[in-house]
């Protein structure tokens, strides 16, 4: 499969124009190949809003009117997309990730680790466990943003079978690292393609850094954006390579497998329940 990530920016609170870029976009991207394409973090809505009362006007369910948009024009060019987007449950709202092809919803994710920042002070924390889907033959994760700073969620995909995580991100000031290093080492512990699409532009003050990038399951960078600017990014999934655990470097001299040679009874310190205040809770 050939995958595309669009780092783009974002008119908050302007629902309709946002669909329409994604939409031309992939027809872009679809011209030049790619079967899958991959969004930045609430792309459909924007993120920077003040209150949850404020954000649950661009909430939607999900199915629907979004992913609805979404569907048709993935039935029409026979593709499939992942993108960022408000989800409205009750009087619930979350920030989730949706991957969507010709048939309409394939599944979806709710953010699980939340910063204190933008609509994320407001939203409900992700209260799915990690699960993975097939697009083309390819199986896809997905985490968002702030996930990606934490080592355990895209183990649990990569367990689950992930051959790709798709993460759509709002990376502001201050996550030059995550993007410019964390990216290719979790691509590179689990063995799998990782590809983060953040956006640019500025909204209510804040400013995103860019800097997207699609790594491979030996944590090579295979295409990344340098700067602040729009760009699309492509590159190519091997399943065979991310199925591959067992890496022989040296035969019969150098190999690991970093699932076979994990240690789970080892990391019982990793699931215990933990008192500490997050910011969110300290504000509150």
């Not at 948009?69 to 979350?94: H, K, N, P, Y």
């Not at 091997?238 to 067992?246: E, F, T």
């Not at 008192?275 to 969110?280: A, E, F, M, Q």
Request: net charge negative; aromatic share 8%.
């Amino acid at each position: 499969m050939k995958i595309a990530g669009v780092q783009m920016d974002v008119t908050l609170a302007d629902v309709p124009a946002n669909i329409a870029r994604m939409q031309a976009h992939l027809q872009e991207t679809h011209r030049h190949g790619a079967q899958l394409t991959i969004f930045p973090e609430c792309a459909a809505t924007g993120y920077c809003y003040e209150s949850l009362e404020e954000g649950m006007q661009y909430g939607e369910p999900v199915p629907g009117p979004i992913t609805e948009q979404m569907t048709a024009t993935c039935r029409e060019l026979g593709c499939w997309t992942v993108f960022g987007m408000l989800e409205r449950d009750g009087d619930r709202l979350f920030n989730a990730a949706v991957l969507v092809g010709p048939e309409g919803v394939v599944g979806s994710y709710r953010k699980v680790h939340l910063p204190y920042l933008g609509i994320d002070m407001f939203t409900t924390p992700g209260d799915r466990p990690f699960a993975v889907h097939e697009a083309h033959g390819v199986k896809v994760g997905m985490n968002i943003c702030y996930d990606s700073a934490f080592p355990e969620p895209s183990r649990c995909l990569a367990l689950e079978g992930a051959d790709l995580i798709a993460l759509p991100t709002n990376w502001p000031p201050g996550a030059e690292c995550v993007a410019q290093s964390a990216i290719a080492t979790r691509a590179m512990e689990n063995a799998i393609y990782y590809a983060a699409i953040n956006r640019v532009g500025t909204e209510r003050g804040f400013r995103f850094i860019g800097l997207s990038s699609i790594c491979g399951p030996n944590g090579a960078v295979l295409a990344s954006s340098q700067g602040t600017d729009e760009e699309i990014l492509y590159a190519d999934i091997d399943v065979a390579k991310s199925r591959r655990k067992h890496i022989v470097r040296v035969p019969d001299k150098h190999e690991i497998d970093r699932f076979a040679d994990r240690r789970p009874e080892m990391y019982g310190k990793l699931t215990e329940p933990h008192n500490l205040s997050t910011p969110r809770q300290t504000h509150s």
